[in-house]
């Protein structure tokens, strides 16, 4: 038997969308509207490049030499971005998820993250896609079931297929993270560059991202209107950041909503956005698409 990279592939459906989650990651792999691809991807026998549509946990962005202190402690993570000498995206690459329900409209999957080299805590997530008439929702429900504190951060990393040169895109950040230009690693926040505000709709054409936004208040939005459709991501407000990415091809967008922003595990601008969850304790968040 032959497996995909990516595992059992999840298919669900309802009116004029259609989803592929993975079992590798519970990896968004594909979102479609009217039979059209709305998202910039990989196929079902190829392995994910840059981080397409995983889940970012128990941290997204990058965590400094891979190294944090929490409660005491010294930590020192793999080093998963070698050129920046970064632990980049968290735990979950190459991780098998389980099935708790698979339903014509929704796959919910479900993983623990253990004690391991760099990480001390016991997490269980589940994390529901459902697809309906608006769209597609992303749940996430993250739980300590250990006996120790745990720091914690979640993002996603989906990429909207675009047609950059003629894009026309509205993001709602006033803020953006100033960072080092080597290693992308945060300085300051401050308020969004003129190069970044979008908050009036214009062509993004030759603009270039890489870069942690914030600044919003509450739930937020963000429009992307190309290849003859409409897309809006959204998120809730547990979720203020938004990681924003111009593919190197000029062929995609992506848009990473996030809990806290980059090296948020370590002392600097982005820590008090970093979640700790005490014994028993949760957090939820939830985004999504919709497209017209």
């Not at 760099?118 to 992303?138: C, F, P, Q, S, Y």
């Not at 991202?209 to 739930?219: H, S």
Request: charged share 20%; net charge negative.
């Amino acid at each position: 038997m032959t497996l995909n990279p990516t595992g059992t592939q999840f298919t669900i459906t309802h009116g004029r969308f259609a989803a592929v989650v993975t079992e590798v990651g519970a990896t968004l792999r594909s979102l479609t509207f009217d039979g059209q691809e709305v998202l910039w991807t990989f196929a079902e026998n190829e392995a994910p490049s840059g981080s397409m549509g995983r889940q970012l946990l128990p941290w997204p962005n990058r965590i400094r030499d891979g190294r944090y202190t929490f409660d005491g402690e010294s930590y020192q993570l793999p080093i998963t971005e070698v050129p920046r000498t970064t632990a980049l995206h968290g735990l979950n690459d190459g991780v098998a998820w389980q099935l708790v329900s698979h339903t014509a409209d929704e796959v919910i999957l479900t993983s623990r993250y253990y004690p391991q080299r760099g990480w001390n805590a016991v997490l269980e997530a589940t994390i529901g896609h459902r697809v309906g008439n608006d769209g597609l929702t992303v749940s996430v429900e993250v739980t300590n079931v250990g006996a120790t504190r745990a720091p914690y951060g979640y993002g996603a990393h989906p990429y909207l297929a675009a047609d950059l040169a003629t894009a026309e895109l509205t993001l709602p950040f006033a803020q953006e993270l100033l960072v080092d230009p080597e290693r992308l690693l945060p300085i300051s926040i401050a308020e969004v560059t003129a190069e970044h505000d979008f908050r009036e709709t214009r062509v993004i054409g030759d603009t270039e991202f890489d870069t942690a936004l914030t600044g919003v208040d509450g739930a937020w939005e963000l429009t992307l209107t190309t290849l003859g459709r409409t897309v809006t991501l959204w998120a809730d407000e547990t979720l203020p950041w938004g990681q924003v990415f111009t593919q190197p091809q000029r062929k995609a967008l992506a848009v990473e909503p996030m809990t806290c922003g980059p090296d948020a595990f370590n002392e600097g601008p982005t820590h008090e956005g970093l979640i700790v969850l005490e014994p028993g304790a949760s957090s939820r968040s939830v985004w999504g698409f919709r497209v017209s």
